[in-house]
């Protein structure tokens, strides 16, 4: 018999999608750091999170110990960034944006040109230190990471969990925020940048959605493991944007859709493109059906409010739904019915883990006692 080839064999340890990033240095953190707070903080580091702002996470930590009101602290986080914004960043951004315009009028029509770009401005290059030195968009990607890395220090459940409340409470006080005047004379190129398109800095909570978007790729079986600190930071980063949801202030359902499409419509049993060995998918099933129960614990008014929001004319689930619901970022009622039935399936699944099982039955008893408070609500759609 032939010897079997192993040149090319897969092996779980060289795959950076199997094994995250310094696994060794991040054991040594947990196994030589005391302090929770402390421990993700270097395990952060260790693993190349979204970089965090030590003088604005140290503004954070004096809010939520108490040191300094809310007030104080959403005027000493945003003070700085409405500076940069009223000024385009001292000017850099005047002249950045006409150097983006200069490239992009050639390609135009006169009316798009008018539109878009403006005539040409002469001026002369500022400072290249101006770049780096102020810097509205680096600002606020700093804030918003500041505040995703917060959270993921506090409980979400229990008595302890008012600290990730007073958090939240914190990003409805920035959004409540006079929006900063305009730079002076803003040209059409520089209202082309994503920051000052709306003119609604605070209002929209600009970039906020990108940066939770960039947060979201720190995730376990992504550049987070799969240790107890990393888990329960996950858990944490969850219900921080499913409160933002739940009251309003931000709309980050479609995070809690994913959670239930990846555990409950088969996107962890597809993870073949990363390589993913069975272990590895039975830890993401684990944790994700985690997360379900945090998003049902705090948005589920919400997510069953709008499964009502689109009816399915479908009495039974094929492959051909779910493919489309795998796209799609919204509920049905038909889809919120076959995430309770696999949920209860899950929670019977002898060949996953005792706390997969445990995540299953307590989302499912969740989910009962939605449509129990909310019976009226079904009757009114007509079920």
Known sequence: MASENTENAYDPANDPHAVPRNESTVQHILNTVENESAQLDAVCEARGWQRIDVEQRD?????LAGTISLEDTAERLAAPIDES???ADAGYQYWDMEMTA??????????EVTKYWGEPVAMC?????????????GGLWGL??????AARKLPWEGEESGQLVKLVRLVQTLKAR??????????????????????????????LGPAARESWNDAPGGTMGFTAVEVK???????????LTAIGTADFLLYGIWAMRDALEGGIARMREMRRTPEMKAMQLEVTLGIIVVWLSISGEEMYRRSFETVEAVENVDSGVLNAWRAWGEISDVRWSY?????????????VSALARSHAVRAGEKIQRLEEANEEMRWSHGY
């Open 125 to 137: 290059e500022p400072d290249p230190a101006l770049q780096h030195a102020v810097s509205t968009e």
């Open 85 to 87: 914004y009223t000024s």
């Open 178 to 207: 006079p929006n900063p005047p305009l730079p002076e004379g803003s040209p059409p190129a520089l209202l082309n940048n994503w920051v000052w398109g709306s003119g609604a800095l605070w209002s929209d909570l600009t970039l």
């Open 233 to 243: 930071a996950w858990e944490r980063q969850n219900a921080y944007v499913a409160h």
């Open 339 to 351: 995430w309770k039935k696999r949920l209860a399936k899950f929670a019977r699944d002898e060949k």
């Open 102 to 111: 200069r490239a992009c009028r050639p390609q135009c029509t006169p009316d």
């Open 59 to 63: 503004i954070l930590d004096a809010y």
């Open 144 to 149: 918003w990471f500041g505040l995703m890395h």
